[in-house]
Structures are given as C-alpha cells and as structure tokens.
C-alpha cells in the first residue's frame, strides 16, 4: 500500500539553527499538508499546497516557516530559525484532493530544538 | 475560525463494552468530518469519516453520526477490544483544505 514517508525520523537542533524537514507523498495525489503535534496535544494544521502554491495556511505558519516542492516528489518544511517552542512532531499529509478525502499521514519527524 | 470540541478526554471501558466519543464545532460551512486513530508513537490513521450529505455512516464495529443542525458528530465503536485502545481524534473541514482536529480521546479498553 503506498505511503507518505518522511525523513529524518528524529531530528535535534540548536536554537537559531535551520532545518529542513523532508516528505515525499503519495505519488498520485495533488495536495500536500503539514501539520505539527506538541507532544501530549492535538494535531495541528500548519500549511496546504497544491499546483506549487500555498492554498492556506494557519496562523502557526508564521514568516519563519517555508515550504517547496524542489522536484517531482519531494515536499519540505524548512524552520529558518528554530525557537525551543518549535519542538514537536512534524507530520506531512497527501491527498488526491481537498476537502472530502482521506488525508493520509506520514510517520512524522520528531523535531527537539535544544 | 473553525473550532472542534471532543469530550471526553480519556474513556476507559472493559472489553465487549461500546465506547461513544462526541464532537461539536463552530463553522456550519463544514462538510467533511473524519475520525483518525492515533496509537502510541504513530502516524494518524482515518478510521472513517462522514460527509454532510450523510446523517450515518457504518463499518463493521465502528459507526460515526453527523447532526448538523445541531453541529455535532459522534463515534460510536461497539464490542470494543484490547486493540481498539488508542487516541481518536475527531476533525471538521470548514475550508476545504485544513483539518481542524480536536484534543483527541484516550480510549483505554480493558480486559
């Protein structure tokens, strides 16, 4: 069964540091997501994508937040300047299209800021 | 914006017994509610999901209800088992793109 799959599974930074957290979604889906979850919390929704644009975006997803889909299957969420509030599970979604489908997860990126 | 409560927080329930978790939400312009599993340590995984055309919706021992005039939706697993125990996370889509997810259940079942 085809899945999201993102990568790295666990990543530590330093405070102020970049980081680029990667997925490649379902091959056949359009629509690209990032969503975070504090651990203990809910899930957050942080961006869409669709047609190499951001189709909407939460209030999370501040100036310090980008995301781009380098080639055919690569997704990414870069943190230009990471904050120790950054540290979360990051999870990236496909879907084939928006609003009344299944929005399939990938197995997250547990980023720690230190 | 949308808002989505769950209630309750943590259900425990022993085995064979049905589990009920309920949601409200704000925006009357959502039309696509799904419910996701999340077990420890994992991704989130749909389980079902309902649309607003639809009032009742079934799978096997898992059944999701919709009221939308009251804007509130339920879950409702029957005959639950050790493996059902989990987080359930309801969610509403009043844009079309986002998923607005509530704090999720903690279903414990025990045997």
């Known amino acids: 069964e085809p899945e999201v799959t993102q990568t790295p599974s666990h990543q530590v930074t330093q405070m102020g540091q970049e980081v680029i957290l990667r997925c490649v979604p379902i091959?056949?889906?359009?629509?690209f997501y990032w969503y975070r979850q504090i651990l203990g919390q809910k899930v957050e929704f942080l961006v869409s994508?669709?047609?190499?644009?951001?189709?909407?975006k939460s209030e999370i997803f501040d100036d310090q937040f980008s995301v781009e889909r380098p080639d055919g299957s690569n997704f990414t969420l870069k943190i230009r300047s990471t904050k120790l509030e950054d540290s979360a599970m990051y999870f990236c979604?496909?879907?084939?299209?928006?609003?009344?489908?299944?929005?399939?997860f990938g197995q997250g990126t547990r980023l720690t800021v230190v | 914006g949308e808002n989505v409560e769950q209630h309750p927080s943590t259900l425990s329930v022993q085995e064979g017994d049905s589990a009920v978790i309920k949601c409200t939400y704000s925006?009357?312009?959502?039309?696509?509610f799904p419910w996701y599993k999340q077990e420890l340590g994992k991704r989130p995984q749909l389980i079902i999901d309902?649309?607003?055309?639809?009032g009742e919706k079934k799978d096997q021992r898992i059944a999701v209800t919709l009221n939308k005039t009251a804007k509130h939706f339920s879950l409702h697993i029957t005959e639950t088992q050790p493996e059902d125990s989990a987080v359930y996370f309801c969610?509403?889509?009043?844009?079309?793109?986002?998923?607005?997810f509530g704090k999720g259940t903690s279903l414990l079942v025990t045997p």
């Open positions: 979604a496909s879907s084939v299209r928006p609003g009344d489908t299944e929005a399939f």
């Open positions: 091959s056949n889906h359009l629509y």
């Open positions: 994508f669709y047609n190499n644009e951001i189709s909407e």
């Open positions: 925006d009357s312009a959502s039309n696509y």
């Open positions: 309902i649309r607003s055309n639809v």
């Open positions: 969610a509403a889509t009043p844009s079309g793109y986002a998923l607005n």
